[in-house]
């Protein structure tokens, strides 16, 4: 009975550098096997959590254009007067807000909401490019370039 332990005791045995190597190298693929895959989700995510700050904006607008009766003006990149206008305080005795709440990490140094790539937002009021909206809000997506196919837009 000594014999038989003694020969298969766990203790004693030790991997051998080729064996960990084994082991690194298959740890190795499968982790550049998910890396597209982590990647690939990674980008979709802030896809769909830039729309959903889009549809927050198109939320808020909607509310301030209830009270106040129409939308803030806008001109183009970079909304600071949109976010003044929703966040407030305001001086209009219409004005119900804030409309919305925003992180000061959505805000750039000139206090305009930026998207994950770290852009500002295009807000247009009034405009006559789309006849479904009565604004236009763009986030220029991750190239960071307007006019491009991957803009994330309102419409």
């Known amino acids: 009975m000594k014999r038989f332990c003694s020969s298969f005791s766990i203790l004693s045995s030790g991997l051998s550098l080729l064996e960990i190597l084994v082991a690194v190298a298959i740890i190795a693929m499968l982790g550049a096997l998910t890396l597209p895959a982590v990647r690939a989700a990674r980008a979709r995510a802030a896809i769909v959590s830039?729309?959903?700050?889009?549809?927050?904006?198109?939320?808020?607008?909607?509310?301030?254009?209830?009270?106040?009766?129409?939308y803030p003006s806008g001109e183009g990149e970079g909304c600071s007067h949109l976010i003044a206008c929703l966040t407030g305080p305001?001086?209009?005795?219409?004005?119900?807000?804030?409309?919305?709440?925003?992180?000061?990490?959505?805000?750039?140094?000139h206090r305009s909401m930026r998207d994950l790539w770290n852009t500002p937002?295009?807000?247009?009021?009034?405009?006559?490019?789309?006849?479904?909206?009565?604004?236009?809000?763009i986030s220029a997506g991750p190239d960071r370039r307007f006019h491009t196919k991957d803009d994330i837009n309102n419409w």
């Open 50 to 70: 830039t729309q959903s700050l889009i549809a927050q904006l198109e939320a808020a607008l909607a509310m301030y254009q209830a009270d106040i009766g129409d």
């Open 90 to 109: 305001s001086n209009l005795p219409e004005w119900r807000g804030p409309y919305m709440r925003i992180k000061e990490s959505n805000l750039n140094e």
């Open 121 to 137: 937002f295009f807000y247009l009021y009034p405009q006559t490019f789309k006849e479904t909206v009565p604004f236009i809000l």
